[in-house]
């Protein structure tokens, strides 16, 4: 059957492309252009696209005959936003009985539908890309979410998505039930190394495209003042998946929050490393070595923290301490915020961007770790994260100049996506 397909196809495709219409071109002036790439802005730019592709982006230079024009003269143009670490499927979890609320109340079915509005809500405020990691007990329906957006059914950022994440038995919620109750599970149970490769292949089969793991649990300082936790696998698991997992062409995330679940997710060789507050100077010379992403969700954090009480403050401190060293020790950042850890429709997740400025990036590099450097986290560099020929025309406008003020990505007033206007404030 491939095979028949294969021989069929190329000839089925090539009369539909010669005799169609030309590709839509549409002709964009941008007052200032930020491309995710250049050190300074280009004034008076004009992007040209064809179809869902960016074909030029110049200094000046004149509308082709025939070209929809959209003007944008007296805004600010930058490539759409990207949020590597996000979860569609839950709508806020300050505390316990909020996340177990939503898994015993809510069907996953009715859980789908609210993600597919939470990616509606992301797409308006400007983030075209996501990586989606985890659907919190939500089985697979991550990447339903993800085959609706890209079948053109609901409006959504291009997503990448990791389905069930995975502890050992009894490391995550839902926990301190009764025993005679089998109560739902935020992750996947995985236990030993077969158990952990076989793990892996179902999550591939059903559509992953990132494996996420947690790889600690129980935060807490000790005496040497460091940000400790207990680790949740066995060095031989997490090796694992991510030997399996990399095997399969899948690349692999770890939660990891204090010093001794960063170490474990290092020993195990994860690609990126999510929320690490308790990050040590010696973990983070082996991220820049290695080429390790850290994904900060600083907005989670922040958020959280009041109503969390404990540590949690104390943890956003050391992480706001540890931001500083790794920027300046030149590990890779890229934006990612944990929305869904809080609530979609109260939070922007375009703070992020604000956050990292006042934790001490400048604005262009705080641009950068939601733009270029996520792209390149993805695995998306040949096609999203900069404003240049051949990559997705997706990009979005705000008024302000967000180079003087950071606030201004949280108010996107235009938003393209592979060439079709999703918003436009701005006319
Ligand atoms: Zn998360």
């Known amino acids: 059957m491939r095979r028949f397909l294969a ?4 000839s089925l495709l090539i009369p539909v492309l010669a005799v169609g219409q030309s590709p839509h071109r549409v002709a964009i002036r941008a007052g200032k252009l930020i491309d995710g790439k250049s050190d300074k802005p280009m004034e008076n730019a004009l992007v040209l696209i064809e179809g869902d592709k960016i074909v030029s982006v110049t200094s000046g230079g004149s509308v082709p005959a025939g070209a929809e024009v959209i003007e944008l003269s007296k805004a600010t143009v930058l490539p759409g936003f990207m949020d590597v670490h996000t979860h569609v499927l839950l709508q806020g979890d300050v505390t316990a009985a909020e996340y177990d609320e939503q898994l015993l109340k809510q069907s996953i079915p009715y859980r789908a539908i609210l ?5 509606e809500i992301a797409l308006s405020h400007g983030f075209t890309g996501m990586r989606d990691l985890e659907t919190e007990g939500a089985m697979y329906a991550d990447v339903d979410v993800k085959t609706a957006i890209n079948n053109g059914e609901v409006p959504g950022p291009h997503m990448q998505v990791a389905t069930r994440a995975m502890t050992p038995t009894g490391m995550y919620p839902l926990l301190g039930y009764s025993w005679e109750l089998k109560m739902p599970t935020g992750v996947q149970y995985v236990d030993g190394v077969e158990g952990a490769r076989k793990a892996v292949r179902e999550q591939a089969m059903y559509g992953a495209d990132w494996i996420k793991y947690y790889s600690d649990r129980r935060y807490h300082f000790e005496a040497d003042g460091v940000l400790h936790s ?9 090796k694992a998946i991510v030997d399996e997992a990399h095997r399969l062409g899948k690349k ?4 990891a929050i204090g010093s001794d679940g960063i170490a474990a997710a290092l020993r195990a060789g994860v690609d990126t490393i999510e929320h690490g507050d308790g990050l040590t100077d010696a973990e983070m010379g082996e991220m820049v070595r290695r080429g390790i992403y850290w994904v900060p969700t ?9 109503g969390r009480g404990g540590n949690w403050q104390k943890m956003a401190d050391l992480q706001r301490e540890n931001f500083g060293k790794a920027l300046k020790k030149g590990v890779k950042i890229a934006l990612g915020t944990d929305a869904g850890g809080f609530d979609w429709k109260k939070v922007n997740q375009a703070m992020e961007f604000e956050y990292y400025v006042q934790y001490g990036m400048t604005p262009m590099q705080s641009i950068r770790t939601g733009t270029s450097v996520a792209a390149e986290l993805l695995g998306w560099s040949d096609r999203a994260g ?12 705000v008024s302000g100049d967000p180079l003087k003020d950071i606030t201004e990505l949280q108010k996107v007033k235009f938003v393209m996506k592979g060439g079709a206007v999703f918003k436009n404030e701005l006319h």
Do not use: C, Q, S
């Open 298 to 306: 600083l907005t989670v954090g922040l958020y959280v923290a009041p």
């Open 386 to 397: 900069t404003l240049e020929a051949g990559k997705w025309a997706d990009l979005v406008a």
């Open 115 to 119: 993600a597919a509005r939470n990616a």
């Open 230 to 238: 207990m680790v949740n696998f066995t060095d031989e698991e997490a």
């Open 7 to 10: 021989a069929i196809l190329p």
């Open 252 to 255: 692999v995330a770890a939660h």
